[in-house]
């Protein structure tokens, strides 16, 4: 098994070796082989210059590979990365967050909760 891991095809390698090395941190630390697909979604979305949507069907790795992904690559000092979901939704894409960035890309996780019903006033 450990032979064909290794073996595996890294569609993040371009040619001339070059990479980004977070794509085989993320692998290596959740003991993993990201597919082509979730890497060309990945990159595309934070290579985009405005907001991106796309559709993944159950299974393709949405929420345990693109989201942290996504995540570990927009979010730095500059930059907030908020992920939405259905309130059905919430506490495991939470815990996933949460489990993916508490060991050696610790990234804080916080919920915040609002709804279309809330009054936002302006502080003075």
Known sequence: KVAT????ERTYIKPGGVFDPRFLLFEYVFNMVLWSRQVALVQSFADAKRACVSQMVMGSGKTSVVTPMLA??????SRLVT?????ALLAMTR???RERFTHVMKKRILTLQFSR????????
């Open 5 to 8: 891991w290794l073996g595996s």
């Open 83 to 87: 992920v939405m979901c259905p309130e």
């Open 117 to 124: 019903s809330f009054s936002i006033a302006q502080s003075e």
């Open 72 to 77: 570990l690559i927009l979010a730095d000092r």
């Open 95 to 97: 815990d996933l967050l």
